[in-house]
């Protein structure tokens, strides 16, 4: 019995890295690994106001990637590279939950809030091609 507890350690200390840079994880490591992970800072939101990069082409997307690298706005990114109708910017304004694809949906839900000046964004694929996501507020 006094080898299990190690080996539960041991589990823990496993996640911990493919968690870097999110030190408030181990605290709240207690109330459920597989949500802190995921949705560790943001707070649960019924709606959110995300802006989009939708892009065809991986390649697209990934050259939107470089220039959000290279700390271009993420709406002037958006402008130039997204193929849809959210050109203005990438904004979609504010969505519920169930109103999005459940992929970008699980994605968009799981970040932080930030600005179109330093954005913190990810990357989902969807049945409508690939997303660069950033929200901009949560209620």
């Not at 939107?64 to 993420?74: C, G, I, M, Y």
């Not at 839900?109 to 507020?137: D, Q, R």
């Amino acid at each position: 019995m006094g080898k299990a507890k190690p080996a539960a350690q041991a589990d823990k200390s496993k996640k911990e890295p493919a968690g870097k840079g999110k030190g408030k994880a181990k605290a709240k490591d207690d109330t459920g690994d597989a949500s802190s992970s995921s949705s560790a800072k943001p707070k649960a939101a019924s709606s959110i106001n995300v802006r989009h990069i939708l892009c065809e082409k991986h390649s697209k997307k990934e050259q939107a990637v470089e220039k959000l690298n290279a700390s271009t706005k993420f709406d002037d990114v958006a402008r130039e590279f997204s193929e849809d109708k959210a050109r203005q910017g990438g904004s979609l304004g504010w969505k519920t939950r169930g109103s999005l694809d459940a992929a970008f949906e699980k994605a968009a839900y799981g970040l932080e809030v930030s600005s179109v000046a330093e954005p913190k964004w990810v990357e989902v694929k969807t049945g409508f091609g690939y997303h660069v996501i950033m929200v901009e507020g949560r209620k």
